[in-house]
Nanobody, 126 residues
Framework: HVQLVESGGGSVQAGGSLRLSCAASGYTDRRYCMGWFRQAPGKEREGVAVITSDGSTVYANSVKGRFTISKDNAKNTLYLRMNSLKPVDTGMYFC?????????????????????WGQGTQVTVS
């Protein structure tokens, strides 16, 4: 059973940076997708950035050039480096995983494609 634990959220001013971490355990499959999703109050959860087991990445258009997703396989930890943060980036950020490659970029950014979820970490940009 896959477990995901996020950390690193906080409050920053616009233009600032944060790095989120997601510690993963319980993986049994070599192929996977892992990603970051966010949900603002009153809005649907949306995909932010995803990385696959072969290192392919995909980003939401709204964060391209500002956010970077990476994974340290030795530590089983997923990261999201967020630069040039904007107030619209405010929300609860979730780490998610699925033990397969879900396929297209669109599917990789779709929350319903994922099986396992962390509890979330709050990011507030003012």
């Amino acid at each position: 059973h896959v477990q995901l634990v996020e950390s690193g959220g906080g409050s920053v001013q616009a233009g600032g940076s944060l790095r989120l971490s997601c510690a993963a355990s319980g993986y049994t499959d070599r192929r996977y997708c892992m990603g970051w999703f966010r949900q603002a109050p009153g809005k649907e959860r949306e995909g932010v950035a995803v990385i696959t087991s072969d290192g392919s990445t995909v980003y939401a258009n709204s964060v391209k050039g500002r956010f970077t997703i990476s994974k340290d396989n030795a530590k089983n930890t997923l990261y999201l480096r967020m630069n040039s943060l904007k107030p619209v980036d405010t929300g609860m950020y979730f780490c998610a995983a699925v033990e397969k490659d879900v396929g297209t970029k669109l599917l990789r950014l779709r929350p319903s494609s994922y099986t396992f979820w962390g509890q979330g970490t709050q990011v507030t940009v003012s």
